[in-house]
């Protein structure tokens, strides 16, 4: 028995697809009839019915005549199509994901007008793995001749890179455009290279300062929630104290010399570096240490008025 043939008729009926698209694609040589009827009709067997479905599913997915037709003629694996197409549609999500994300965040404005659109679209142009790239530059620049190992890297990495969220407000589209500027700043690099390098030595010993770090904050907010004076007795105790077991984890001498050292860190670490940090915080990043500068300000003025050895 001879393989079963349809006409062109047949296989609209069976395909559900109109005859002229069935006609289109023949023309275009994506279905080719299999032989043609001495009345020089087209005709199709039961594989140009598997071949046309095939092509309405990759249609109705998105692909292109073009890539359907070098799959069709074994230029193209059906994977290496699919996954293309995954990849476009992936970047067709993300693109209007972005926009829906552009037109909520200006919606949670009252009244908002041209200029909040245009502010928030182009705040919101630079992408996590735009930042991301930024932030890497940003470390390795700034970890460059210091004992800063490979782990410690990244894990100063993971602290320093910005993520914006996926629904952000109009205060975290705002932080996302502040904080891409300090990380291409050279002057900003430069002065946390110099921080980073003098602290980043080979005494230093990460867990106990990141121990006795937190230590301190702890008790300096539980200090200013009882508003006690930065000069008094147990605020003295609780500097010493943190001076001392800083020291410890430094590899330094708890002297004046090293309370000085603290405090020029402090100022440093107070202005644009404590800055990005808000402004990472406004994203939702979490601290091993907490960066309240309203409680390491009262912690910092404990140590102006501490008498240390000299």
């Known amino acids: 028995m001879g393989a079963k043939t349809y006409t062109i008729g047949d296989l609209a009926r069976l395909s559900g697809q109109p005859v002229r698209r069935i006609r289109f694609y023949s023309d275009r040589g994506l279905l080719p009839p299999t032989l043609r009827s001495a009345s020089n009709y087209r005709v199709y067997t039961d594989a140009d019915v598997a071949k046309l479905d095939l092509i309405q599913a990759l249609r109705e997915a998105g692909v292109g005549l073009d890539m359907i037709g070098r799959l069709l003629a074994r230029r193209l694996s059906l994977h290496d199509v699919l996954r293309t197409r995954l990849e476009i549609l992936e970047a067709e999500i993300a693109a209007k994901h972005r926009v829906a994300t552009i037109l909520r965040a200006t919606l949670r404005i009252p009244n908002p007008a041209d200029g909040d659109l245009r502010r928030i679209w182009t705040m919101s142009n630079l992408s996590n793995q735009q930042m991301k790239a930024l932030a890497e530059q940003f470390v390795d620049a700034i970890a460059a001749g210091t004992a800063l190992d490979a782990p410690r890297r990244r894990q100063l990495l993971a602290m320093t890179v910005p993520e914006l969220p996926e629904d952000p407000t109009p205060d975290q589209i705002t932080a996302w455009d502040e904080l891409s500027r300090p990380l291409a700043d050279p002057t900003f690099v430069r002065e946390v290279q110099e921080g980073t390098k003098a602290f980043w030595t080979d005494a230093l010993d990460p867990d ?23 000069g008094s007795p147990e605020a003295q105790a609780l500097a010493r104290t943190w001076l001392a077991e800083s020291a410890r984890a430094l590899g330094r001498m708890p002297d004046s010399a090293f309370r000085d050292w603290h405090l020029t860190q402090y100022e440093r670490n107070g202005g644009r570096l404590g800055r990005y940090q808000e402004l990472l915080g406004v994203l939702g990043k979490d601290f091993p240490i907490a960066v309240d500068r309203t409680v390491w300000r009262w912690l910092n003025d404990a140590l102006k008025n501490l008498q240390p050895a000299p």
């Open 208 to 230: 106990a300062y990141r121990t006795a770090s937190r230590i301190a904050y702890e008790n300096a907010a539980k200090a200013t929630a009882r508003h006690l004076s930065p």
